[in-house]
């Protein structure tokens, strides 16, 4: 789902969960899981109780609660092409 994507955007060290790889990991319980976003308000987080996201090893949302952790990084396109 998401090595394809980062093969077609030519983005290094991504899109995969292998060892030196940065890595962004969204764990739901579907039946817990809700989109709050809306057109009229889009920047919601989802509710769940059961909601983690990691970005590049570290967690920023547990059990759908925002850690504070602000660990992504601007992504910027190279001269060959790549992203990263």
Do not use: C, W
Not at 51 to 57: A, L, Q
């Amino acid at each position: 789902m998401t090595g394809g994507p980062a093969k077609a955007l030519k983005l290094r060290d991504s899109g995969l969960l292998k060892e030196g790889y940065r890595a962004d990991i969204a764990i739901f319980d579907p039946g817990d899981f809700r989109d709050e976003a809306t057109y009229a308000n889009p920047h919601q987080y989802p509710s769940g109780a059961r909601t983690t996201v990691i970005v590049n090893g570290i967690a920023v949302v547990e059990n759908a609660t925002h850690t504070g952790a602000t660990p992504g990084i601007v992504l910027r396109r190279r001269g060959d092409g790549s992203v990263g």
